[in-house]
């Protein structure tokens, strides 16, 4: 719940614990900035967030509108429960991840935010380094021991979840860049180069676009012989339309993950469609 309420950028006000000692309910603040908080623009920034009935009946709807695909947003909130709760195990980081008063707004944040807040400094930067290394130690699939490499998952989805731990990070104010990170020494950036270069070593499908589309060999004969009805291209204009885009979207666009280049697309004086 807390780390839910991070990603959505709502204020936590106060906790209580129902039921098992996991199980925390999120108090959210819906009053207006009062007092010199009347003056703080991210204090009515939260409010604005934050309210339920800033906009009406509509307002909760309209607050966690985004314009993304939903699926997107319920992984930005799982990969960033997974990051905050690897965190909180472990024996020596879990004050970062405790929540204190938040400087932005008169409700709470966790500790980590606060002080990662402001102009990116080299101390701030090996303090998020080691949170992200702590949680990228622990990112392998279920059901596989660490040392088994068939566990470590593909490049591109690690890449996709570090991006939505740095998307909330951006969303509380901290500017510190997931690019920038690759120069820091021991950064997690070096530390993944180097298992994913094992990786690749030792798994035929790791780092080579596995989920690619693939390439049908047999088109040509199944269109001219098992079409139901069958195309008839010189009769029918719909067919003849048919038939070409399918060869200009297959022989021009994407084909098993790749492109072709925009020079032999557009350099061509003659196309020929042959059927």
């Known amino acids: 719940m807390v780390a839910s309420a991070a990603v959505q950028q709502r204020t936590i006000t ?63 909130i799982r990969i960033f429960r997974q990051f905050i709760s690897t965190i909180s195990r472990h024996p020596t980081l879990h004050p970062l991840v405790e929540l204190v008063p938040d400087e932005t707004t008169s409700g709470k944040c966790f500790r980590l935010f606060t002080i990662l807040r402001g102009t990116p400094d080299l101390s701030k930067k090996r303090v998020l380094n080691a949170c992200i290394l702590v949680w990228v130690l622990s990112f392998w699939k279920k059901g596989f021991d660490r040392s088994d490499i068939a566990g470590m998952p593909q490049p591109n989805y690690t890449d996709k979840c570090i991006k939505h731990i740095f998307k909330v990070l951006h969303d509380q104010y901290i500017m510190i860049s997931h690019q920038e990170m690759k120069s820091l020494p021991g950064s997690y950036w070096h530390h993944l180069e180097k298992n994913f270069a094992t990786a690749c070593q030792t798994r035929a499908d790791f780092g080579r676009k596995p989920n690619q589309a693939a390439v049908e060999h047999e088109d040509e004969a199944k269109l001219r012989n098992k079409a139901d009805p069958p195309y008839r291209p010189l009769e029918s204009y719909d067919d003849l339309l048919t038939l070409v885009l399918y060869k200009f979207n297959r022989d021009l666009f994407n084909r098993g993950g790749d492109e072709v280049s925009a020079s032999f697309v557009f350099d061509c004086d003659f196309i020929f469609i042959i059927f």
């Open 14 to 76: 106060s906790l209580t614990r129902s039921g098992s000692k996991s199980d925390l309910v999120s108090m959210i603040s819906s009053l207006p900035p009062d007092g010199v908080e009347e003056d703080n623009v991210a204090a009515w920034a939260t409010f604005a967030q934050t309210s339920d009935t800033i906009y009406g009946v509509d307002t909760s709807k309209i607050q966690l509108e985004t314009g993304n695909n939903k699926g997107n947003e319920s992984d930005k």
